[in-house]
T-cell receptor, first 113, second 112 residues
Framework: KAGVTQTPRYLIKTRGQQVTLSCSPISGHRSVSWYQQTPGQGLQFLFE???????NKGNFPGRFSGRQFSNSRSEMNVSTLELGDSALYLC????????????FGQGTRLTVV | EDQVTQSPEALRLQEGESSSLNCSYT??????LFWYRQDPGKGPEFLFTLYSAGEEKEKERLKATLTKKESFLHITAPKPEDSATYLCAVQEHAGNNRKLIWGLGTSLAVNP
């Protein structure tokens, strides 16, 4: 059974640019959650999508957005990048909404210069 | 404010030296407490879910316990392959909002 796949693994962007990250969940899982992980703040919840609908949202500015497609694949977009957006972005999939027993991908390491 | 605090921040053990990691939390109503393991360069890997005080779960050398205010992850006779960062997260009863609140983790190093 294939795990959660995140692409790309590494990304370097310039301040002011925008970026799109992709996540393919485990087959059959309909919930995809996104997290930002930094050494100082730890894992912080961005949002959760279930069956193409955003079900939960964390406390991030509107520059952070996402969507989910009918095949459960999800994308996360960050516009007008700031230096502080440099982080590991993790995606987690679960068969049910709010499922905390989730399976994580390896993450996308975003560096903003 | 809902909060999850893990201690110690870092722990170094000799192989076979048992110890415990702590996760204390303040939430209005606990729906579940979760332990994850994270290896460098990888996403967290789910270990345990605990739902009510007094509950215990075991997996190989790991045992997780839960009280009303904290959880412990006991590591018995650890091996070098147990080296990782151990993360604790809580989910509270708050209507339809099921987001997790995460601790910063305990970085465990087990020396052979």
């Amino acid at each position: 059974k294939a795990g959660v796949t995140q692409t790309p693994r590494y990304l370097i962007k310039t301040r002011g640019q925008q970026v799109t990250l992709s996540c393919s969940p485990i087959s059959g899982h309909r919930s995809v959650s996104w997290y930002q992980q930094t050494p100082g703040q730890g894992l912080q919840f961005l949002f959760e999508y279930f069956s193409e609908t955003q079900r939960n949202k964390g406390n991030f500015p509107g520059r952070f957005s996402g969507r989910q497609f009918s095949n459960s694949r999800s994308e996360m977009n960050v516009s007008t990048l700031e230096l502080g957006d440099s982080a590991l972005y993790l995606c987690a999939s679960s068969p049910t909404t709010g499922g905390a027993e989730a399976f994580f991908g390896q993450g996308t390491r975003l560096t903003v210069v | 404010e809902d909060q999850v605090t893990q201690s110690p921040e870092a722990l170094r053990l000799q192989e076979g030296e048992s110890s415990s990691l702590n996760c204390s939390y303040t939430v209005s109503g606990l729906r579940g407490l979760f332990w994850y393991r994270q290896d460098p360069g990888k996403g967290p890997e789910f270990l345990f879910t605990l739902y009510s005080a007094g509950e215990e779960k075991e997996k190989e050398r790991l045992k997780a316990t839960l009280t009303k205010k904290e959880s412990f992850l006991h590591i018995t006779a650890p091996k070098p392959e147990d080296s990782a960062t151990y993360l604790c997260a809580v989910q509270e009863h708050a209507g339809n909002n099921r987001k997790l609140i995460w601790g910063l983790g305990t970085s465990l190093a087990v020396n052979p």
